[in-house]
């Protein structure tokens, strides 16, 4: 098991955001937390992450209990929907932060770093703009660099949140099958979050429905779309199943 | 000399009628050319009478009787102290108070710390209050008998009407300059960068060093000429805990007022001039370091051009 969340709880305040939380995600898996706004799912993230703190229950990755990690120690990698680049920096440098902020010990030489970044930026396909600056890139590169940073640290667990949630219909087709494709080649551990429940079902190995701080349901694409478990999954799927031929031709 | 180009219309002997009317240059948000001299007109207008005039003024009069006797008023000992005093102030609370400020924007915007609202409107506490009233305020609690007098008096310290309560004060009164800069533009900048760091595993000093301070450099360094143009600049507060021992706890503002007082209006403002020109440097040095930066920038750029094409 690469993650494991045993009954997480998590309350902002009055709102409660994880409720009682079971979920587990194989190693080498794509999962895509599916749901509507406020339903946990980024929270959800954020806590296997380690930028929230659960209020109960326990995070394990990789079998260790993660509690007495902080986000920087857990080997994850995280991707933000606006991406989150390192605005003063150049592409190369945003990829090149995780390796160059490692403890003396554990840094890699000037040289190792530039090769690292160089693989990485020809695995996002951005070989040619490492002196740019972000603002200087569209939405869909700014976020395969963001990508790259994320893989620099050779993360356990690649945690996505709403990674194609700013761009617009055509680039977030596109990078969806090309996250597919990195997935297959980089074989990580990836939880996607997403609200989009085609997206869900298009891209991933298992799909878990949120709906209100809980995980409602979790299976393949195939079988949410057979049998959905309640009514709220059934109006929340409605949209995925009227589009789902070719989704269902892929997972047949 | 005859013109051999003439306009169109002219040319072909049209006189100029409501077709020309037509092409007058107006602006996006629609105003008139004359309304845009008049409104150019009036913000120039007032920035010299305002700005440019009292500054020339104070040149004038300070090479007025010649320039010996402006260099002659400059060597002065006393004014020469005061000029150190200034920079020694200066150079003990803007630092200080750039740590403040970068620890209280940082604690506000970033820490999600309790109460902070209460800490923005203490913050902003030496901009609402007069500098008087903060000097008194020092005096009630410094001095002999204000509340911490007699310890201070058992202890053998003396903080009124020294270059301690000089110091103490302008600290107190330039405090929100770097912080009010800061906080608006690390709300606006949020914590998604700092976020980002911290998965890939940097600590807080290398994302303080390396993410939290590049972005905001710019604002700090505003904050740092704002904060610093005040601190040599501070008059009242100044005054009121200082006692104006000449030669000892005037700042080169007290000294100004002293000389006035006394009618030599050269030295006044001779020394007027050195606090001036205090300035201009501050201003400059902000102006050369954003354009290096800039330019800087500039080069990158082209650089990357001309190696991909």
């Not at chain 1, 890699?108 to 996002?124: F, M, N």
């Not at chain 2, 020092?138 to 310290?157: E, N, R």
């Amino acid at each position: 098991m690469s993650v494991a969340l045993e009954r997480v709880s998590k309350r902002f305040g009055e709102f409660v955001a994880l409720d009682d939380v079971n979920f587990t995600v194989d190693e080498g898996e794509l999962v895509a937390l599916v749901g509507p706004s406020g339903s946990g799912k980024s929270t959800l993230l954020r806590v296997v992450a380690g930028l929230e703190r659960q209020d109960a229950g326990t995070v394990k990755i990789h079998g260790e209990d993660a509690a007495p990690l902080g986000p920087g120690d857990r080997r994850i990698g995280f991707v933000f929907q606006h991406y989150a680049l390192f605005r003063h920096m150049t592409v190369f440098e945003n990829v090149a932060f995780g390796l160059r902020v490692r403890p003396r010990g554990g840094r890699p030489s000037a040289g190792e770093i530039k090769a690292a970044v160089k693989d990485l930026l020809a695995l996002v396909e951005l070989d040619t703009l490492g002196a740019r600056y972000p603002s200087e890139l569209s939405g869909g590169q700014q976020q395969r660099v963001a990508l790259a940073r994320a893989l620099a640290v050779q993360p356990r667990v690649l945690l996505l949140d709403e990674p194609f949630g700013a761009l617009d219909a055509r680039v977030r087709k596109q990078l969806r099958q090309w996250l597919r494709q990195l997935h297959d080649e980089v074989k990580v551990t990836t939880i996607l979050v997403t609200h989009d429940s085609e997206e869900a079902c298009e891209v991933a190995d298992r799909v878990a429905v949120m709906h209100e701080a809980r995980i409602a349901q979790v299976g393949t694409a195939a079988e949410l779309l057979r049998e959905t478990a309640n009514p709220f999954l059934e109006s929340f799927l409605a949209e995925s199943t009227r589009k789902s031929e070719a989704v269902k031709a892929n997972y047949h | 000399m005859s013109t051999t180009i003439a306009p169109p219309a002219a040319r072909h002997g049209i006189p100029p009628g409501p077709r020309a009317k037509r092409h007058t240059v107006t602006t996006a948000t629609g105003e008139s050319a004359t309304a845009r001299w008049i409104l150019i007109g009036t913000a120039l207008a007032y920035l010299f009478l305002f700005l440019g005039l009292p500054l020339f003024v104070v040149f004038e009069e300070a090479l007025k009787k010649g320039v010996g006797a402006y260099f002659t008023a400059l060597r002065d000992p006393e004014l020469l102290h005061a000029l150190r005093l200034t920079l020694l102030v200066a150079g003990i609370a803007v630092p200080l108070n750039v740590m403040f400020g970068l620890a209280a924007a940082w604690a506000i915007t970033k820490g999600r710390v309790r109460g902070h609202a209460l800490l923005v409107a203490l913050a902003d506490l030496p901009l609402a209050v007069s500098p008087v009233i903060a000097g008194l305020t020092f005096m009630l609690l410094f001095g002999m008998q204000g509340w911490f007098g007699p310890w201070l008096k058992a202890h053998d310290i003396q903080i009124a009407f020294t270059v301690t309560a000089v110091v103490l004060a302008t600290i107190f009164v330039t405090l929100p300059f770097v912080a009010r800069e800061l906080i608006p533009l690390m709300e606006e900048q949020g914590v998604t960068e700092e976020e980002a760091a911290v998965t890939l595993g940097a600590s807080g000093w290398q994302i303080f060093r390396r993410v939290t301070l590049p972005n905001i450099r710019w604002g700090l360094l505003y904050g740092v000429v704002l904060c610093n143009a005040r601190a040599m600049g501070e008059f009242g507060a100044v005054s009121v805990v200082s006692g104006r021992i000449r030669g000892q706890t005037t700042t080169l503002p007290l000294h100004i007022e002293i000389l006035y007082n006394e009618y030599d209006f050269t030295a006044a403002f001779a020394a007027s001039s050195l606090l001036a020109m205090l300035a201009v440097v501050t201003l400059a040095a902000k102006h050369l370091l954003e354009r290096s930066h800039h330019a800087a920038r500039a080069r990158l750029i082209q650089e990357q051009q001309e190696r991909q094409s």
